[in-house]
């Protein structure tokens, strides 16, 4: 049962093979899924199974992502997969950001944990599985930097000629510096994030090189284990909120799609709100959400947040589908928000990168609104990891961040680094507050 790649256009569902190489439906342009059908699968059979194979040592039960196969299982065999041990991230409470957020308490599923440090992992090791299986020798993606860094180091390991595409100047030093080691041909285009996704996307056809961007479907069902694991580290108790950053949509697609099949499926019996956060100079979604219709691009996308600087979502359709089944919420939040939100994640030990505090950001937001009550059961997800992004890190807390518009942010908790004498008295009187 490898199930189908079937059009998402409810006009159109046309169904075609697994093995098919597209990205878009041939009859209407609209997105692909993989489908499967759940009959057959006993909820309390997979538990047991998933739990008793985190005693396993083979590579595949292992792997956070594949040890949840049955749930996405596009492939006849597994000789095609490639795991660098994605998944396994932790679920950490974080009182301090709780009360930051306004809430009584407050979990954070950590995908910063990851191999390449971002959820893109989750994604990757399943897409190039695919690719693999299809006999692909060179993959390619345009990338605000994350999914770069994760495809290079998966088709690296993989043995697969990787390519990448990114805005020449606006991508985090330590996501370029990634996909050089790992080795990866890095094209650096004078253009934005959307533009270079039209160019690769007639580059992957013309050329025959697999495309690797969320717009895959078989990156999406990687993605799904996130949820997965995350319910499974909570005891099968699906909470009240998912919070998650949106750039490019597909993880809010592919959070959406787990869900719906876990109800299908019997793991769970509700299912949990989606709460999107974007930055406000780069919102095309929450501006649909908010007034409907067909989704009006942003042209000249803007933030700090680099990961998320998409004007043109690619998986928009998928996400507000899923956000509506989910009686779900976007918001948009303020460089300054998302900067102070990143510190006090920061102070409860954990850290995360700028895109993935707009989560925080946005929870302040919801609870000061009323829209999320104090006793809400949320679970929010960091994206990436803190050490992505070094330099915004170090100009926020010496007072030195500007916003794309030049204007300078508060420091609000900053922490700037006291330069000392080679004085062991002197020293010790500051330590005293002298
Ligand atoms: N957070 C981080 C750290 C990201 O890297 C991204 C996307 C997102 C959130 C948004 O996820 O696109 O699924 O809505 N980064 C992509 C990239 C676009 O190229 O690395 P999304």
Redesign the pocket.
């Known amino acids: 049962m490898p199930g189908i790649l079937q059009c998402f256009n409810p006009s159109c569902r046309k169904a075609f093979d697994i093995t098919d190489v597209l990205y878009t439906c041939p009859r209407c342009g609209g997105l692909l899924e993989a489908s499967f059908g759940w009959a057959g699968l006993d909820p309390e059979a997979l538990r047991c199974l998933w739990r008793e194979r985190r005693l396993s040592e083979a590579p595949l039960d292992k792997s956070g992502v594949w040890r949840h196969r049955e749930m996405f299982p596009f492939l006849d065999d597994y000789s095609s997969v490639v795991t660098l041990r994605e998944g396994n991230t932790p679920l950490l409470e974080a009182p301090i950001a709780a009360r930051y957020g306004g809430l009584d308490s407050l979990q954070f599923k950590h995908q910063g944990y990851n191999p390449s440090g971002?959820?893109?992992d989750n994604g990757m090791t399943a897409g190039v599985a695919q690719a693999r299986r299809l006999g692909m020798t060179t993959v390619a993606?345009?990338?605000?930097?994350?999914?770069?860094a994760s495809m290079a180091a998966y088709a690296a390991a993989g043995g697969l000629k990787a390519v990448i595409f990114i805005p020449h100047g606006n991508i985090a030093y330590g996501?370029l510096a990634q996909a050089l080691e790992y080795g990866a041909l890095t094209f650096q285009v004078e253009a934005n994030?959307d533009q270079i996704l039209a160019l690769v996307r007639e580059l992957a056809e013309r050329e025959g090189i697999y495309l690797l961007?969320?717009v895959n479907p078989f990156r999406i069902e990687g993605q799904k284990t996130i949820i997965i694991e995350m319910l499974e580290q909570r005891g099968w108790k699906a909470p009240d909120w998912i919070v998650?950053?949106?750039?490019?949509?597909?993880?809010?697609s592919?959070f959406g799609k787990a869900l719906r099949e876990l109800r299908e499926v019997g793991l769970i019996d509700r299912l949990p709100r989606l709460a999107v956060m974007q930055a406000e100079g780069a919102a095309p979604f929450q501006e649909l959400f908010e007034r409907g219709g067909e989704i009006r691009n942003v042209e000249h996308p803007e933030t700090l947040a680099t990961?998320?600087k998409?004007g043109a979502?690619v998986?928009w359709p998928k996400a507000l589908h899923e956000v509506r089944a989910s009686n779900g919420i976007v918001e948009r939040v303020t460089e300054q928000e998302i900067a102070d939100a990143k510190a006090q994640i920061g102070r409860c030990g954990i850290g995360c990168?700028p895109?993935?505090a707009a989560t925080l950001a946005g929870i302040k937001k919801l609870t000061a609104s009323g829209a999320m009550r104090r006793d809400s059961d949320v679970v929010a997800v960091l994206?990436?990891h803190l050490l992505?992004d070094p330099d915004y890190i170090y100009r926020y807390h010496t007072g030195q961040l500007d916003d794309p518009k030049g204007r300078r942010l508060e420091s609000t908790f900053g922490n700037r680094p006291v330069v000392v004498p080679n004085d062991p008295q002197r020293i010790a009187a500051m330590l005293k507050g002298k």
């Open positions: 971002s959820f893109k993606c345009v990338s605000t930097g994350n999914t770069s996501k994030f961007n969320s998650l950053p949106g750039g490019n949509l597909g993880n809010t592919a990961a998320i998409i979502p998986s990168e895109a993935s994206t990436g992505k």
